[in-house]
């Protein structure tokens, strides 16, 4: 358990230097063999259960529908002892639409590219009322990327451009690096696919400051995705939803820090229906409990 206070954990946080950790030499995950597939997390997923797709009824009497076991995967990455492990690797490699995940890359290419110009620069709404009531007011980067405003960020990719966002993210090394599709939606229902073990190696590279940005770019990106502090861990992180993916799919991505180490993950899932979205957090967390990784 940390010594200090929870105030002085978030006041050492924003200084977001992989410096306080004694990690190691940073080496690609996809360099690597070290890892280790446990079917036993298979088990959380599965008391867990998700509510079908309701689909549209013309009749008097709608279907019923019985609910299904959650299906997905975990992956986890010890930087300390460089070992990940997951409970399906076959999946930890299948790509998907990295859906709102993609906000932290395009957060990046927008900062570096001068469209933000730091977290405090205020976008003001549009005027148009949305079904998510937290989108219908102004933000800046650090709101829109806690609410997953999805009209900030389309703006952000329409002022980088087509030219732009695809040699940023080649230079990443971000998934598939397939930006077809529309330009403002492409990570949404597009040509880009990212898999799990790809988002860890992503994550892996934005802790050390590896990505082909700047250090002051890493750093605000790191800073806006805070979730969670306490007097045990710091979680950063970024939910995602690809409801336009048949099946839809959640994702959780991101990273514990403790005192002494690292741990990053990454979880995506099958969600039929909005109502089982907070299943991401949970499962992942009850995994991270498991592996005594948070208490």
Do not use: C
Not at 47 to 55: G, K, L, N, S, Y
Not at 196 to 215: C, G, M, P, V, W
Not at 245 to 274: C, H, T
């Amino acid at each position: 358990m940390r010594s200090f206070a929870i105030s002085t954990v978030l006041v050492m946080s924003s200084l977001l230097t992989s410096s306080i950790f004694a990690a190691p030499t940073f080496a690609s995950t996809a360099a690597k063999k070290e890892w280790q597939e446990t079917r036993s997390w298979d088990a959380i997923f599965t008391q867990h259960q998700v509510e079908p797709q309701q689909a549209k009824q013309q009749q008097a009497k709608p279907q019923k529908t019985k609910p299904q076991q959650a299906s997905g995967v975990v992956v986890l990455w010890n930087e300390n002892k460089q070992q990940g492990y997951t409970n399906n690797l076959k999946r930890a490699n299948q790509g998907f639409l990295p859906a709102s995940t993609f906000k932290i890359p395009n957060s990046l290419i927008a900062l570096e590219l001068g469209v933000v110009k730091d977290e405090h620069q205020v976008f003001k709404w549009d005027g148009k009322s949305r079904d998510i009531a937290t989108w219908n007011r102004d933000h800046n980067l650090i709101t829109g990327m806690k609410y997953s405003v999805v009209p900030v960020y389309q703006e952000f990719a329409r002022q980088i451009g087509e030219a732009r966002m695809s040699k940023m993210i080649a230079s990443f090394d971000y998934g598939n690096e397939d930006i077809s599709g529309n330009l403002d939606s492409f990570w949404l229902d597009g040509g880009i696919q990212i898999s799990a073990t790809e988002q860890i190696d992503f994550l892996r590279r934005l802790y050390h400051n590896k990505i082909h940005a700047s250090e002051r770019s890493q750093r605000i990106v790191k800073q806006a995705m805070l979730t969670e502090a306490n007097s045990d861990y710091i979680i950063r992180a970024k939910t995602g939803y690809a409801v336009r993916a048949e099946p839809s799919i959640g994702w959780w991505v991101g990273w514990v820090e403790l005192d002494d180490n690292v741990w990053f993950f990454a979880m995506n899932m099958d969600i039929p229906d909005a109502a089982g979205l907070p299943l991401r957090q949970a499962i992942t967390k009850e995994v991270l409990k498991l592996e005594h990784v948070i208490p």
